[in-house]
């Protein structure tokens, strides 16, 4: 039987990889992260239903281990793809993570250990991990990795190199049961023959300091979405609890603002999809911990378009109370003595200017496409993947033999990006089961 590349473990590529495996096909899963999962592994709960996004991820991400034909190779990039469907020629770059993980058996003790500690991009920079870390605690594989940059072994500051007489550090070498920190491993090319592609390299999250009017990285209590998302999480900075960067305290209002550098034609004109809903939740979820908070959702016009959703919509209004202001806001100003925001909008319901004060701001952004690949797809101007017919065959590029699943071809949410795995994994799995059928030569 022969193989399917997938470029990217986000909740789309686990989907695809669990669907191929199933039908007994060979599938590697390349992820420059060290864990599968995406963004998804970010979230708290998901919208509509409000279920535990990591109750409805593990298992799947598990999943991924009990098959025997399922190869990860994490940390890692596709450097090259060339030949045709059927037999795609693929090289990977494999870069080092100085442990060895045939040893490593995640038990973490180096990484309560090591002495340096650095901020943790998975809480979004609101907790430090150390420069040895697991990802996250459901992380699969599980597996430690040393951040280079800030090693003080692999990367000494200069005067304490000077200083030292041999090597620098080594705890966790020191501390490691099973013996598995490689300080000299080094990068590698894997070289892989497959029959399909399936890219699934998802989204970032735009840049919010683009609009330096909302004040996102000078004031302390404008948070992102996705920062949010970490501070309601039980497993994120703050085990959940809800309280401002300034001074700790709970917030008393707090507000979103929508359409943060998508639908607008100065950074990105397409809607980001999500996040009308994503607001919707973090507002209800922000009243399920702090019951006294308001909550005011400042948007362009709500596109509740999925199923429930406007359902969701209706509940958040009718049971929790969250309000929502048509308007656009032009500006947001701190009170330098208590480090409240005042936003400034217009009621364009009304044709008003307004303002009114919070604790807390986020700001729901955009997402753009992590679509920055070595592969011969063409892009939208967007820069999304150009699909070969959105009508007809939504998960086909202009090359035959790849394919494209989730955010990365559009913006989309959870169960659009699964619905397409399945279809993409269905069409990719045509391919290897064509491409390792006997010929009728050889049969003869
Ligand atoms: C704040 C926020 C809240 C959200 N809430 C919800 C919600 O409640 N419900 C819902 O349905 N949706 C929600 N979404 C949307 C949801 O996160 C996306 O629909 C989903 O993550 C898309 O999955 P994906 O697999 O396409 O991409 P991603 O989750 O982005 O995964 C992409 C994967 O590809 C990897 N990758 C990227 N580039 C490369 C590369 N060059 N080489 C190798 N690997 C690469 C990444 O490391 C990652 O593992 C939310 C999004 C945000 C930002």
């Given at each position: 039987m022969s193989s399917v590349l997938i470029v990217g473990g986000g909740?789309?590529?686990?989907?695809?990889?669990?669907?191929?495996?199933?039908?007994?096909?060979?599938?590697?899963?390349?992820?420059?992260?060290?864990?599968?999962?995406?963004?998804?592994?970010?979230?708290?709960?998901?919208?509509?239903?409000?279920?535990c996004a990591s109750c409805i991820l593990a298992p799947k991400m598990a999943?991924?281990?009990?098959?025997?034909?399922?190869?990860?190779?994490?940390?890692?990039?596709?450097?090259?793809?060339?030949?045709?469907?059927?037999?795609?020629?693929v090289k990977i770059l494999k870069k080092p993570t100085y442990v060895d993980w045939s040893k490593c058996n995640g038990c973490g003790v180096c990484t309560e250990k090591c002495p340096t500690k650095v901020p943790n991009e998975y809480n979004m920079g609101l907790s430090q991990r150390r420069a040895i870390y697991i990802m996250f605690p459901q992380a699969v594989p599980k597996r430690a990795i040393i951040d280079a940059e800030h090693c003080m072994r692999l990367n000494p500051p200069p005067k304490a190199k000077e200083k030292a007489k041999g090597p620098l550090c080594g705890v966790c070498e020191r501390n490691c049961p099973t013996k598995a920190i490689?300080?000299?491993?080094?990068?590698?090319?894997?070289?892989?023959?497959?029959?399909?592609?399936?890219?699934?390299?998802?989204?970032?999250?735009?840049?919010?300091?683009?609009?330096?009017?909302?004040g996102y990285g000078k004031y302390q209590n404008v948070y992102?979405?996705?920062?949010?998302?970490?501070?309601?999480?039980?497993?994120?900075?703050?085990?959940?609890?809800?309280?401002?960067?300034?001074?700790?305290?709970?917030?008393?209002?707090?507000?979103?603002i929508q359409c943060v550098g998508s639908r607008d034609i100065r950074f990105n004109h397409y809607c980001s999809a999500y996040c009308c809903m994503a607001a919707t939740k973090q507002a209800i979820l922000a009243k399920e911990h702090l019951p006294e908070v308001q909550c005011t959702v400042y948007y362009m016009d709500i596109r509740a378009f999925g199923k429930g959703f406007n359902e969701f919509l209706e509940r958040a209004k009718k049971e929790f109370g969250i309000n929502y202001i048509r308007g656009k806001v032009v500006r947001i100003d701190e009170i330098p003595e208590t480090k409240n925001l005042?936003?400034?909008?217009?009621?364009?319901?009304?044709?008003?200017?307004?303002?009114?004060?919070?604790?807390?701001?986020?700001l729901s952004v955009a997402i753009t496409p992590n679509s920055k690949l070595p592969l011969p797809v063409e892009l939208t101007k967007d820069g999304f993947i150009q699909l070969k017919d959105p009508y007809l065959d939504p998960v086909s590029t202009t090359v035959e033999g790849i394919f494209v699943v989730g955010a990365v071809a559009g913006a989309k949410d959870i169960p659009d990006s699964v619905t397409e795995a399945s279809a993409a994994a269905a069409r990719a799995a045509l391919i290897a089961k064509r491409f390792s059928c006997p010929t009728p030569e050889v049969v003869k």
């Open positions: 909740v789309a590529g686990i989907q695809a990889a669990l669907d191929l495996a199933e039908q007994g096909i060979d599938v590697y899963i390349v992820d420059k992260a060290p864990s599968v999962g995406g963004k998804m592994a970010y979230l708290d709960k998901t919208f509509p239903t409000l279920d999943a991924l281990l009990r098959y025997p034909n399922i190869k990860l190779i994490m940390n890692s990039e596709v450097q090259d793809v060339s030949g045709r469907a059927g037999n795609f020629k490689r300080y000299d491993q080094q990068p590698e090319i894997l070289e892989l023959n497959v029959s399909a592609v399936i890219v699934a390299t998802g989204m970032e999250l735009y840049d919010p300091r683009n609009l330096p009017e909302l992102t979405n996705l920062e949010f998302e970490r501070l309601v999480s039980a497993t994120g900075p703050t085990n959940g609890e809800i309280v401002r960067k300034s001074d700790g305290k709970h917030p008393k209002k707090i507000a979103w005042k936003i400034v909008y217009e009621d364009t319901a009304e044709s008003y200017m307004k303002a009114d004060e919070y604790d807390m701001v986020v």
